[in-house]
């Protein structure tokens, strides 16, 4: 069982930059692969970004590629996503993601899932 907390939400303004963590409970945490989720009001949960297990390999959703970085600290069992020049249309909660291994990182399916933060961009 992995267990995932999600940490940095808030309000800024457009343009500004916001920096999500992700703790996980889990002895393996290098085993799995993991991921950034994002829901809008009204919308479908979309994926945003994933990270290979040794945190290599990257992989991003079009809208956010050249403004958002995923990375990760296996020795801290944490995930961030470091989310800059945001938008307004970047305003959803974010979500955490785990999987075993590393085959479809981008989209998933996905295993374990955080709770939540919320991300709000003003214009």
């Known amino acids: 069982q992995v267990q995932l907390v999600e940490s940095g939400g808030g309000l800024v303004q457009a343009g500004g930059s916001l920096r999500l963590s992700c703790a996980a409970s889990v002895r393996t945490f290098s085993s799995y692969g993991m991921g950034w989720f994002r829901q809008a009001p009204e919308k479908e949960r979309e994926f945003v970004a994933a990270v290979s297990l040794s945190g290599v390999g990257t992989y991003y959703e079009d809208s956010v590629k050249g403004r958002f970085t995923i990375s990760r600290d296996n020795a801290k069992n944490t995930v961030y996503l470091q989310m800059n020049s945001l938008r307004p249309e970047d305003t959803a909660v974010y979500y955490c993601?785990?999987?075993?291994?590393?085959?479809?990182?981008?989209?998933?399916?996905?295993?374990?899932w955080g709770q939540g933060t919320q991300v709000t961009v003003s214009s």
């Open positions: 993601a785990a999987k075993y291994g590393s085959r479809q990182l981008v989209g998933g399916p996905y295993d374990y």
